[in-house]
Every structure is written in structure tokens, then in C-alpha cells.
């Protein structure tokens, strides 16, 4: 069925053309231009973008397509640029506008509309502080409550990929390799390769226990609760665990799904070169796209004038979410894990520290109840004697390594 059920979204929107209190000729138009489209092999998402805005269009307007004027097309573009509506919204209308209405000009652009500029003004792109940080993500793979959940928030951000695109991924697309793993999604350029790193030991952890791991063609995120357990998670169910992920992280900016493919797209276009950026994210070679997340990167262009000329230190720097790999056994553990998942060594001297308190917190233990029960005492210190030696190993060998 999918993450979003466009097919069912599809026929709601033609249902409310037909009940739509416009005229027919308007509804007609509207549903041979769609015909065309689907002619020309357009995803259902853009179908459904499509029978969504030219309702909305023709319920403005008021008139039918054809007796539209310039200055029918003046009013609703002034009042589409001073409304509330995101830039990536009023792009949508512009564009389905341009298109529509040279199709309805039997492929020729109107003077109507051929004055009307689509690209998003530079002034309306994000800005670098409306996307997330490394360490924000950190903090939402630490605050979440279940394998799955940190799973998501790690792999979203690794992937920078569409939402549709790892949303509806099954468990045979993950391949896991020696450095991490790999996505195989499905994008609006076709099938494509996508690198995982960090994320690989949170996505391993989730299908150690998902509900449907012995079948490879099941959907790699599904529900959890009592309510449609083991049901390929929708879209409005990844978002509400992002958002309220966000929310346990103290993470006080506007968090959405789409948020993380913003941010890793503008990490990623700090070094790979536009080519790169394109393959990776999965634009068509020489978009436009590439452009909207490079201007995000003057920081950096600042930084390198200001190295050039000796008046800052070149620093090369380690990304906060590099894997953390057990030097005893060689697991590769997430960048918030301060323990092996395999053997149990402490991965930091943060933790070997911790496990010194653990220590003496258990002696201390252990002396209140032998001052009751020697027996249960003589038990105890059994078991601590065999914890201790296994911990001080690990903490000495942590230690030592770094």
C-alpha cells in the first residue's frame, strides 16, 4: 500500500472535483490535463499535487479556464505571495500554473504566464540555524525510547534521503557491509545506491527484534503498538515519533520529516563536489536543487579565505556521529553508545569512570547486607567478584586505547 495510500488520496481529490460547485467544463479540463500527465508516465504524487491545486485554482478564479484574464492571474499570485503559505508551497502553485495553462495553449506559453518566475528566492531558502545540527541528532537518537525509533532518527539523518524513498523501504533493501551499510530506494531518478555509516549498528539493533525479521520483503519500519502491530508504518506515524523524539530532546526548532534530508544535504554539499551531491541525493544532473544547499555552506567559504591567509588554524574536523568501534572485539557500535553491544566494553573513558562507581557502590551494597544475612552477603560478593573482574577488564582496556 505504501507510506502515503496515494490511490486512495487520488480518488478523494477527484471525488471533491465532482462535488465542486464550479462548472463542468472547468472539471472536465481539469481531468483530461491529468489524463495527459498520467500519458506521460508522472508519479501518483504528483498527480495527486496536481488534481489538489487545480481545484483550488478553479474555485479562486471563479470562471472557466479559458476566460481567465491577466489580471484574474495579477490578483491570485498577489494574494498567493502575501499569505502565509511556505516558499516551497507557492512554487507548487506557480508551476502547476505554467504548465497547465500551456498545455490549455495547446503547448505554446501564454502571455499569461510565461512573466512567472518559479525558482525560490534565495531570500526564502532556510536558513543554516532552521537545520539540524550533529549534536541535535545525537540527542533525539539518545532520547528515543525504542530501538526502532532511534533507528529512524539515525537513518534519517545518515540517508538524507526522500521520505518516500527509505519510508517505504523493505528489510532486503538494507545490505549491511564491512563499514556499515547500504539503502537500495526508489526516487524520482529511479533505483539508486544509498551509503549508510552511523546508522548501521541502530539499524541492525531494530531488526534484531523487528516483529517480521525472517521475511525480506517486509517494510523495514513498522508499527509497534497493540494498534496495527507489525503494519507498515504512514507517514503521520514517522512524523509523530520524530516530533515527539524532538520534543524529549529539548530540541526547541521545528522538527519534520523532510527537516533531515534539508540538513544532510547541506552537510554533504560542505564537501562532495555538485555531481556527487546530485547522485547522492537523487536530483537530475544540473538541477537547481544542488544550488539551494550550497549557499548554505558560506561558513565554510569564510573559513577557507581566512586559512589561506594564515588568520586561522586549519582544522580537520571529525564528524561527532563516527561510529564507535570496540577495540576488543571489533563491533562497530552508533556514535551515542558508550558500551560494546556485543562484548560489553566501555567505549569511552566516560564510561570506564562510571563503571569504577558502579563498583564501589556495589561494595558498599554488599557490607549493608552482610550486616543482615551473611549468607545472601556470601551470594553477592560471589557475583560481584566475577562483575568486577569483567569490568575492570573492559574499563582498563578502554582506557588504554584511547
Same mark, same amino acid.
Given at each position: 500500500? &505504501? ?65 481567465? =484574464? ?36 495547446? &503547448? ?58 527509505? &519510508? ?61 502491530? &507489525?503494519?507498515?508504518?504512514? #507517514? ?19 522538527? #519534520? ?10 552537510? #554533504? ?17 544540473? =538541477? ?47 556514535? =551515542? ?66
Amino acid at each position: 500500500m &505504501g507510506l502515503y495510500n496515494y490511490k486512495k488520496s487520488i480518488q478523494t481529490a477527484e471525488q471533491r472535483i465532482i462535488e465542486a460547485d464550479y462548472s463542468q467544463k472547468n472539471k472536465d479540463t481539469i481531468f483530461a490535463f491529468v489524463n495527459v500527465l498520467y500519458a506521460e508516465g508522472l508519479s501518483d504524487a504528483r498527480i495527486l499535487k496536481y488534481l489538489s491545486q487545480l481545484n483550488i485554482l478553479s474555485k479562486n478564479f471563479d470562471k472557466d479556464f479559458d476566460e481567465i =484574464t491577466m489580471s484574474d492571474m495579477y490578483r491570485f499570485l498577489a494574494e498567493l505571495e502575501r499569505s502565509d503559505k511556505k516558499p516551497w508551497t507557492k512554487q507548487g502553485y506557480k508551476v502547476t500554473i505554467k504548465r497547465f495553462f500551456r498545455w490549455l495553449n495547446g &503547448g505554446k506559453e501564454p502571455e499569461m504566464t510565461e512573466w512567472i518566475k518559479t525558482p525560490i528566492k534565495q531570500s526564502d531558502q532556510m536558513l543554516p540555524e532552521e537545520l539540524l545540527t550533529e549534536e541535535e541528532c545525537m540527542s533525539m537518537i539518545d532520547y528515543a525510547n525504542h530501538p526502532r525509533d532511534k533507528a529512524i532518527a539515525a537513518s534519517w539523518y545518515d540517508a538524507g534521503a526522500r521520505v518516500g524513498e527509505i &519510508g517505504e523501504a523493505k528489510i532486503k533493501h538494507v545490505v549491511f557491509d564491512e563499514v556499515g551499510a547500504f539503502v537500495m530506494v526508489k526516487g524520482k531518478t529511479g533505483m539508486r545506491r544509498v551509503r549508510l555509516v552511523f546508522s548501521a549498528p541502530y539499524i541492525a539493533k531494530w531488526l534484531d527484534i523487528h516483529p517480521l525479521r525472517d521475511d525480506p520483503d517486509a517494510p523495514l519500519w513498522v508499527n509497534i503498538g497493540h494498534r496495527n502491530f &507489525g503494519k507498515e508504518m504512514k #507517514y503521520g506515524a514517522i512524523r509523530m515519533v520524530i516530533k515527539r523524539t524532538a520534543k524529549k530532546a529539548g530540541i526547541k526548532k521545528r522538527v #519534520y520529516n523532510h527537516l533531515f534530508r534539508h540538513s544532510r544535504a547541506t552537510d #554533504y554539499a560542505g564537501f562532495m563536489s555538485q555531481a556527487q551531491l546530485e547522485m547522492h541525493m537523487g536530483w537530475k544532473h544540473g =538541477t537547481r536543487m544542488s544550488g539551494t544547499y550550497l549557499h548554505l555552506q558560506g561558513a565554510q567559504v569564510d573559513n577557507t579565505i581566512l586559512e589561506h591567509y594564515g588568520l586561522k588554524e586549519k582544522q580537520d574536523k571529525v564528524s561527532e556521529l563516527t561510529p564507535r568501534k570496540c577495540s576488543r572485539c571489533k563491533t562497530t557500535n552508533g556514535p =551515542t553508545s558508550d558500551f560494546c553491544s556485543s562484548c560489553g566494553m566501555a567505549l569511552n573513558a566516560a564510561a570506564a569512570t562510571n563503571i569504577d562507581g558502579m563498583q564501589q557502590l556495589g561494595m558498599q551494597l554488599l557490607l549493608e547486607i552482610g550486616a543482615k544475612d551473611p549468607k545472601d552477603a556470601q551470594e553477592l560478593q560471589s557475583y560481584l567478584g566475577k562483575l568486577k573482574e569483567a569490568l575492570s577488564d573492559s574499563a582498563s582496556t578502554s582506557i588504554s586505547d584511547e
